[in-house]
């Protein structure tokens, strides 16, 4: 069983900086792939970014392609999702996920998520 839990979320205007974490604890969570959804009132959770569990491979949705940067230290068995020029579409709850077969699809384990809110 693998725990995730987020950390870095708060309230920003819009155009600044925000940096999340996310701590695995428990598993094998660093053969894992790592991936950040996020939900906002009203709406579906919708995938992020997602990182291979070497860190070689990344994607991201459209709208944050060079906006955010996904990374991982293995050592400390943490995600990071460095979330720059943010806009008020961006405020939603942020939820770090693990996909145990690294198949970029399905993803077993779930964070408690973390509130991002930008403001214009």
């Known amino acids: 069983q693998v725990r995730l839990v987020e950390s870095g979320g708060g309230l920003v205007q819009a155009g600044g900086s925000l940096r999340l974490s996310c701590a695995a604890s428990?598993?094998?969570?660093?053969?894992?792939?790592l991936g950040w959804f996020r939900e906002a009132p009203g709406k579906e959770r919708e995938f992020v970014a997602v990182i291979s569990w070497r860190g070689l491979t990344t994607y991201y949705r459209d709208s944050v392609k060079g906006r955010f940067t996904i990374s991982r230290d293995n050592a400390k068995n943490t995600v990071y999702l460095q979330m720059n020029s943010l806009k008020p579409e961006d405020t939603a709850v942020y939820y770090c996920a693990a996909d145990q077969d690294n198949d970029y699809h399905t993803y077993e384990f779930w964070g408690q998520g973390t509130q991002v809110t930008v403001s214009s």
């Open positions: 428990g598993g094998t969570s660093s053969t894992y792939a």
